[in-house]
């Protein structure tokens, strides 16, 4: 029913403020007495094989939110509602901020694609904790970013700021370091600046949370070269991280079936969905191959189907996450794949879905 609506309704209307109305009319839904029970019975993950553990908490599935669709925090109980295992909000960056002008978000139906050039749209971090600090049960991860306006040498001090505010509430926190749509932000992907920002963004964490030590991962760019990858694996083994979230959009405009001349007039951005799979595969196969269990893996971009997820996990990934899976898919898109991922885990005569994660390796 989702498809027959989107193909003859949603995909002629602009994409952004699509977004923007279906998200809050989820909102306004779940805040209806009653419906997110309802709803949670329905759709969240109840399948004993799909608990997974992960920052020493347990989760429902394995399957999570991507970043970028609730970036201030605003619908997680909604989120949950829909069966997702769990939430990362955020981008979130310092000060608040209006992201580029738009329009800033592109559906590429033929190749279930988008591109966006948000550009950090989002409230800031003090609006963003004080709803954390707000929100029910449910494992919800932080992703914090550079404010546009602050200079790439002040850069570590912002996501420092950003820290602070947001560590008391999360239960992860996200050092995103590459989405393409903030000047100079990928640049910070290169080991010996990379390095000191963790180091800093970990010790401005464990002063803000001193009591519960908060888990922090890096997320990664599809357009790293392997070499790089390689040495973003090494510096979490001798950092110590807790995990990387493999990977964001790329820049990349290979592989498409929509012609290049109207790809090229949307302009830049970073594009998502079924084109960036088998990168998005390979470098959470490169990072498996050299941290192997001692890191964990998330895995992200161009899950679209169960068998997606359960070929992530295999390859190392304990948990996977989605965003333009989703909104192609729609709202009962994430209890499906959770139920579909069950299926396989029984078929393949496991009890538990962890018992996969690495298969392949
Ligand atoms: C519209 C849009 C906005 C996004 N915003 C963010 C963001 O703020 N921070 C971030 O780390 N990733 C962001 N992403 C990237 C996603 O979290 C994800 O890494 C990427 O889209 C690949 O996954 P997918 O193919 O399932 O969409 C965004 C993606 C889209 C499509």
């Not at 239960?171 to 000047?183: A, C, E, F, G, I």
């Not at 893996?297 to 990934?317: K, S």
């Amino acid at each position: 029913m989702y498809r027959l609506l989107y193909w003859l309704v949603l995909r002629r209307l602009p994409a952004e403020g699509t977004h923007r109305v279906s998200f809050a009319l989820l909102r306004a839904l779940v805040a209806l007495p009653g419906v997110a029970r309802v709803m949670h019975r329905l759709f969240a993950p109840r399948a004993p094989e799909l608990r997974v553990h992960a920052f020493g908490r347990e989760l429902p599935g394995p399957l999570g939110l991507a970043a970028g669709f609730d970036k201030d925090a605003k619908g997680i109980r909604a989120l949950f509602a829909l069966g997702f295992g769990f939430v990362e909000i955020g981008t979130v960056t310092a000060e608040p901020q209006p992201g580029n002008p738009g329009p800033r978000l592109f559906r590429l139906p033929r190749d279930r694609a988008l591109i966006n050039r948000m550009g950090f749209n989002n409230e800031g971090a003090t609006a963003a904790a004080r709803r954390l600090a707000h929100r029910g049960r449910g494992t919800v991860g932080a992703n914090i970013g550079k404010t546009k306006r602050v200079a790439e040498a002040d850069a570590v001090a912002d996501f420092t700021a950003s820290a602070e505010r947001l560590a008391p509430f999360a239960d992860y926190l996200v050092v995103n370091v590459s989405s393409p749509n903030t000047p100079g932000l990928r640049d910070l992907q290169a080991v010996d600046k990379l390095g000191p920002l963790l180091t800093a963004v970990r010790a401005a964490a464990g002063l803000a949370s001193p009591m519960r030590r908060v888990p922090l991962l890096v997320k990664i760019a599809p357009d790293l070269a392997d070499a790089d990858i390689d040495a973003v694996a090494d510096l979490a083994l001798e950092l110590g991280l807790d995990g990387i979230v493999a990977t964001n959009t790329t820049i990349a405009r290979t592989g498409l079936v929509t012609p290049g001349a109207t790809v090229a007039a949307l302009g830049a951005g970073g594009l998502s969905g079924a084109p960036v799979k088998a990168r998005a595969l390979a470098v959470l196969r490169r990072l498996r191959a050299r941290v192997g269990a001692r890191v964990t893996l998330i895995a992200v971009g161009g899950i679209e189907t169960a068998d997606d997820a359960w070929e992530r996990i295999r390859a190392g990934a304990t948990l996977v996450q989605a965003y333009t899976g989703f909104i192609y898919g729609g709202p009962g898109w994430p209890s499906r794949v959770h139920r579909e991922l069950a299926a396989r885990v029984r078929a393949a005569n496991l009890t538990s879905i962890e018992q996969a994660i690495g298969a392949d390796g």
